[in-house]
T-cell receptor, first 114, second 116 residues
Framework: DQQVKQNSPSLSVQEGRISILNCDYT??????FLWYKKYPAEGPTFLIS?????DKNEDGRFTVFLNKSAKHLSLHIVPSQPGDSAVYFC?????????????FGPGTSLSVIP | NAGVMQNPRHLVRRRGQEARLRCSPM?????VYWYRQLPEEGLKFMVY????????ESGMPKERFSAEFPKEGPSILRIQQVVRGDSAAYFC??????????????FGAGTRLSVL
């Protein structure tokens, strides 16, 4: 029973164009969402997050959009750079719970082609 | 200002042996999480610990796996009598007090366990 889904295992984008990574979740109680980036042979690193009270959060080239009614969020990278090539994990959590369990999606492997 | 340290980075065990994976959280972090990543899959939550306490072990297999986070020293994930299906990358993450962390976890580079 996968609560966080990333239906695209991989994505290829030309350098300079926009990368859009999608994520869907099933539990409407989730109230905080995060994106992590992972390079090979390294651990995931936090990229950007969004609270359920917002529908957009921007940090430089990275913007996350949240559509609560659709239980969908997306990460936009503009412009895409070769160094953005990595696996991106979407994650969801419940801040209201008594502990900090975070549910990760299966990841999307992004390749930015120079 | 070291990050989350995991060792060893690579661990090879034969079937039936024990595997011990260590994780030293970032300084000041009192929450530790263990995840497993099987080939071609995402991160699967295993266990969440605070100092000397297991808070949530709902992702841990019922047998052969155990975890601890003692008052002194690193967190240990122990796998007894390993089988080939245990081959995976095991990641540890830590976080500070949750109000400050907003569920942001800081990951180590992982331990890649290979069972022959």
């Amino acid at each position: 029973d996968q609560q966080v889904k990333q239906n695209s295992p991989s994505l290829s984008v030309q350098e300079g164009r926009i990368s859009i990574l999608n994520c869907d979740y099933t539990n409407s109680m989730f109230d905080y969402f995060l994106w992590y980036k992972k390079y090979p042979a390294e651990g995931p690193t936090f990229l950007i997050s969004i609270s359920s009270i917002k529908d957009k959060n921007e940090d430089g080239r990275f913007t996350v959009f949240l559509n609560k009614s659709a239980k969908h969020l997306s990460l936009h990278i503009v412009p895409s750079q070769p160094g953005d090539s990595a696996v991106y994990f979407c994650a969801a959590s419940l801040l209201k719970t008594s502990y900090d369990k975070v549910i990760f999606g299966p990841g999307t492997s992004l390749s930015v082609i120079p | 200002n070291a990050g989350v340290m995991q060792n060893p980075r690579h661990l090879v065990r034969r079937r039936g042996q024990e595997a011990r994976l260590r994780c030293s959280p970032m300084k000041g972090h009192s929450h530790v999480y263990w995840y497993r990543q099987l080939p071609e899959e995402g991160l699967k939550f295993m266990v969440y610990l605070q100092k000397e306490n297991i808070i949530d072990e709902s992702g841990m297999p019922k047998e052969r796996f155990s975890a601890e986070f003692p008052k002194e020293g690193p967190s240990i994930l122990r796998i007894q009598q390993v089988v080939r299906g245990d081959s995976a990358a095991y990641f540890c993450a830590s976080s500070p007090w949750r109000e400050l962390a907003k569920n942001i976890q800081y990951f180590g580079a992982g331990t890649r366990l290979s069972v022959l």
